[in-house]
């Protein structure tokens, strides 16, 4: 129920918002849909009491290969032992 809406009971500060959206505030009083991140991307939080949330693009040497996930390091293959076939970039990981 409820889109941006107040959590059922004003009281319920621990009140949690459903999938894709998050507290807007560190008290968690309201809802707000979460954008959606591509491929490449990964969802950011910025600010300490009033949440803004935006998506950012992978740094280098970090990849996600799926819509609304984190970016996660490249494997790295010289470490493992292997050679790298082909470099990750920020929608793939390297190829050992």
């Not at 935006?54 to 996930?69: I, L």
Request: charged letters at 25%; proline letters at 2%; hydrophobic letters at 25%.
């Amino acid at each position: 129920t409820g889109d941006d809406g107040m959590c059922q009971n004003i009281e319920d500060h621990e009140c949690k918002c459903r999938q894709g959206y998050s507290c807007v505030d560190s008290a968690c009083l309201y809802c707000t849909k979460l954008p959606e991140c591509a491929e490449g991307e990964e969802l950011v939080k910025l600010g300490n009491f009033d949440f803004i949330f935006k998506c950012k693009p992978c740094e280098m040497g970090t990849y996600s290969n799926v819509k609304n996930g984190w970016c996660r390091n490249w494997t790295d293959c010289e470490n493992s032992g292997f050679l790298t076939i082909k470099q990750g970039n920020s929608t793939h990981n390297a190829v050992c």
